[in-house]
């Protein structure tokens, strides 16, 4: 089954409420206390500047890429309920990273609790398929995915790829070939199969079909039609920067893709 039976709560954030400023602990990351390991002093994250049709469309999508897997997605603050943080809003600088960089996690080979990832939203605030490719991208990397070379995967940087979801493939690890750049193949393994590797970090979903997606009667946003008028000229190409955190072993560097 994977995991430890439990589901995982993933906390979607679009800064809107307040809550975004975040401060580097001396200790672990902490979702609930808003303490960093990515954030140099104090760093205020300005409000998604999308549309609510936008954000309501990129939530169904990242629900729908993490629905087979024992996580569930919130919109709303859990407070001091152990959650994993995406924040999905402002820009890299205002967390100190370079324009370029489009979303940031940290990275420790395994699951980090309580982990803050960062997607910059208002780089691409309309565009539903990189906000939604991005969060689940940086989210997986605190379950301890890495970069892979297999196109329709989360995990990839490689463009014009189809729909993106964590696939049942053995792929290479890297983004521009085996172990390449020098920095990728951090964990000791040069291939990784992403839907594997979530279902070990976190288990399956009993409430999803075996195909891997809901029940058509489930009531979701039709977020798919949306992409039609929202994504036709999606342009946006951007690097993830993921920060290695030392959990069990000593890692450090950093893992990017240039403009």
Request: hydrophobic share 30%; net charge negative.
């Amino acid at each position: 089954m994977g995991g430890d039976g439990n589901f995982r709560l993933v906390y979607l954030n679009n800064c809107q409420t307040g809550n975004c400023t975040f401060t580097r602990g001396t200790g672990n990351d902490n979702s609930s206390s808003n303490h960093s390991s990515l954030i140099s002093g104090t760093r205020t994250v300005a409000a998604f500047s999308g549309s609510e049709v936008t954000w309501q469309a990129a939530v169904a999508c990242i629900r729908d890429v993490l629905g087979p897997y024992r996580l569930t997605v919130t919109t709303t603050d859990p407070g001091l309920t152990p959650h994993h943080e995406a924040v999905i809003a402002g820009l890299p600088s205002q967390i100190g990273m370079g324009s370029g960089v489009s979303g940031v996690s940290p990275f420790s080979c395994g699951e980090i609790p309580r982990t803050i990832t960062f997607t910059f939203g208002n780089l691409f605030p309309e565009d539903v398929l990189e906000l939604c490719w991005t969060a689940t991208h940086e989210i997986a990397h605190s379950f301890g995915l890495e970069h892979e070379m297999y196109c329709p995967d989360s995990m990839t940087y490689q463009p014009d790829c189809g729909f993106k979801r964590y696939t049942d493939v053995l792929a290479d690890v890297g983004t521009a070939g085996q172990c390449l750049p020098a920095n990728e193949c951090q964990c000791g393994r040069s291939q990784q199969n992403a839907h594997q590797m979530m279902l070990g970090a976190v288990g399956t979903n009993p409430q999803v079909f075996g195909d891997g997606f809901e029940s058509a009667t489930a009531g979701k946003l039709n977020w798919r039609e949306v992409l039609k008028t929202r994504d036709a000229n999606r342009r946006f190409e951007g690097r993830c920067g993921t920060t290695d955190r030392p959990v069990d072993r000593s890692l450090s560097g950093w893992l990017e893709l240039p403009r």
